[in-house]
């Protein structure tokens, strides 16, 4: 190889490194614009929730919610869950998750999920604490519907 064939090997090496450095670069600009979005939509979905509690002293039905975040245009949040009907009354604020989101990300930013407490407060929470969180909160009944909606799911799919 002459001298301008290696120098044309070395321009293109180095710029299918520059290029993958950016995709992957942009691949997680992407997930935390993600991940802010959802974030920023449950404390919307969180401040509504409160309010509806304050006027109607009860938290809204999942309808509500389902349509509130149609409405402000919440699509990062996703298929979210929503669990006020099963959260018993009496039940600590601080420890109660109300609704969540999970997210899978590949690369820098973590899987986990958006959530958000029954206190109105959101969170991240990596994915590991979100199950141990869940498997906590979580009785038979809500685990046998959650079985059941995701078997129709899968019939529909």
């Known amino acids: 190889m002459d001298r301008r064939q290696k120098k044309l090997v070395a321009n293109i090496v180095v710029v299918i490194a520059f290029t993958a450095a950016m995709v992957a670069g942009f691949a997680n600009v992407k997930n935390v614009i993600n991940r802010s979005e959802a974030m920023r939509a449950m ?14 002293g009860s938290l809204p039905s999942e309808n509500y919610a389902k349509q509130f975040a149609e409405q402000i245009g919440a699509v990062r949040l996703g298929d979210f869950q929503y669990r006020a009907q099963w959260i018993e009354f009496g039940c600590d604020p601080n420890a109660t998750i109300l609704a969540y989101t999970e997210k899978k990300y590949s690369g820098v930013i973590k899987s986990g999920a958006a959530v958000l407490w029954l206190n109105g407060k959101t969170e991240w929470i990596d994915k590991q604490r979100f199950c141990e969180i869940m ?10 519907w959650i079985q059941q909606h995701l078997q129709e799911d899968e019939k529909q799919h």
């Open 135 to 144: 498997k906590s909160l979580q009785n038979k009944q809500e685990l046998r």
């Open 43 to 56: 404390e919307l979905l969180g401040k509504e929730v409160l309010s509806y509690r304050q006027t109607y």
